[in-house]
């Protein structure tokens, strides 16, 4: 099963263009934005941090021995820890940057010559006994500063780290699911809008492509829109006034010839040597076939007016009924189509059947969202160097053209551009 990844209307690929634009966006900003607030948090709390150290130390040496150990137990919160002790909680300073930075920052604010800092991440947790350190969104600050040789400010801080919080990542996808909806919302009414003249020129032109030659596009939309309307409602009229002048000098060329055709077979007719005047009757005959050819083609292109709910059964089994051949249905289906029109297309084919061949049958059915008319019969067939050309004009299956078989070339073409008006096609 294939499954396409890319959307195939216009409107739909805008949209999801957009939203990947969003979510592209979104993800960059709050990564931006998250990086930048641990960067401030980080900056605030080593500040904080430095300063506490500093206020202690100041404060402990200012104070006697006995007293400094209830002091620094007394300093200390939930989340800070501080101790006088005779050797340091921090044997070395860590191997990164941000702890080399507040160990220095601690070394010049307090001109202590001995300082030692670390900063433990989440990581880092399970390899430390504390269970107050434990916890996803923690890190650890421990700082020792030398008093004196036999005495170390041990400093230990639990921080919460505020910038992964699960409340601020709730609290960011509810705002962008908020501001996706909404420009999403407004954005789908604008490309609905931009649009729906896509359609509209897509739907003109295939009723144009039926030969329908009354189809136009609104004039609305953009301005390159409705400058594409108006060449295309241009080139529908130029079209169907050069179709209509067409069709009137095919008649007028075909009626015209008419009353002299028939005034060379009256004198044809007077000629007493039958060797002379049997050839040129069966010419002028020959004439007069393409005569009425050019006429009944001139006819069949005449506009009739579709009906809505045409029973297309009834219609087909009817004619069949008309040329006594036999009539198979499977379905019956109701069509929006000219009775007249259809009724020719269909009585060309089946008189075609019939004029060449035998066992002449007719079937109906439904496929997907068509009506499919089928004309079988057993016959010579068709040459397939004809084949392609069938539909042309005054091209036969069968080059004799004697009056035995009739014809003028015309019956499948006018079919064809019956079954193509209304929305068909022909095999």
């Known amino acids: 099963m294939a499954i396409a990844l890319i959307p195939r209307k216009l409107a739909s690929q805008l949209i999801a263009l957009l939203l990947v634009a969003l979510l592209t966006a979104f993800a960059v900003s709050v990564a931006l934005t998250l990086n930048a607030q641990r960067q401030n948090d980080r900056a605030t709390r080593d500040r904080l941090v430095v300063e506490r150290v500093q206020s202690l130390i100041t404060s402990i040496e200012a104070l006697a021995t006995s007293e400094r150990n209830q002091f620094a137990r007394q300093s200390g919160t939930r989340t800070t ?22 160990a220095n920052l601690i ?13 433990l991440s989440r990581n880092d947790f399970r390899t430390r006994g504390d269970p107050r350190d434990a916890g996803r969104n923690r890190e650890v600050i421990a700082v020792s500063v030398a008093l004196r040789p ?27 699911g ?15 809008r931009l649009t729906r003249p896509v359609e509209a020129i897509a739907i003109a032109a295939r009723s144009a ?18 400058e594409a309307a108006h060449a295309f409602n241009s080139m529908q009229s130029q079209i169907e006034q050069f179709e209509s002048e067409r069709v009137r000098t095919i008649a007028a060329v075909g009626h015209d010839l008419r009353t002299p055709i028939t005034s060379l077979r009256v004198r044809a007719e007077m000629v007493e040597d039958s060797v002379l005047r049997e050839p040129m009757i069966k010419t002028l005959a020959e004439i007069t076939t393409m005569a009425d050819g050019l006429v009944a083609y001139a006819r069949s292109r005449k506009e009739e007016k579709f009906e809505e709910g045409l029973d297309l ?24 189509g000219g009775p007249v029109s259809l009724s020719r297309a269909i009585r060309n084919l089946i008189d075609n059947s019939k004029r060449y061949a035998t066992d002449v049958s007719v079937s109906l059915e439904t ?8 004309v079988a019969d057993r016959g010579p067939g068709i040459d397939s160097a004809t084949m392609p050309d069938i539909f042309t004009p005054f091209v036969r299956g069968e080059f004799s053209r004697s009056q035995a ?23």
Do not use: C
Request: charge should be positive; aromatic fraction near 10%; charged fraction near 15%.
């Open 107 to 119: 070394t010049e604010s307090s001109a202590r010559s001995d300082v030692r800092a670390t900063v």
């Open 367 to 374: 496929i997907e969202s068509y009506a499919v008319i089928s």
């Open 313 to 336: 059964h009834n219609l087909v089994k009817s004619i069949a009924s008309e040329f006594e051949v036999p009539f198979h249905s499977a379905s019956k289906p109701t069509v929006t």
């Open 209 to 226: 492509a039926r030969g329908d030659r009354s189809a136009r596009i609104p004039i609305a939309g953009p301005q390159e829109f409705q």
């Open 81 to 102: 820890t501080v101790k006088v002790e005779p050797t340091p909680s921090v044997q070395y300073t860590a191997n990164n940057d941000r702890s080399k930075t507040l």
């Open 178 to 192: 908020l501001t996706l909806i909404s420009v999403l919302g407004v954005a789908w009414v604008f490309v609905h």
């Open 150 to 176: 036999d005495a170390w400010l041990n400093y230990n801080s639990r921080q919460p780290l505020t910038w992964y919080t699960r409340r601020d990542q709730q609290f960011l996808f509810v705002v962008f």
């Open 405 to 427: 078989t009739g014809g003028h070339g015309l019956g499948l073409t006018i079919s064809q551009e019956i079954v193509r008006s209304h929305g068909g096609a022909t095999t």
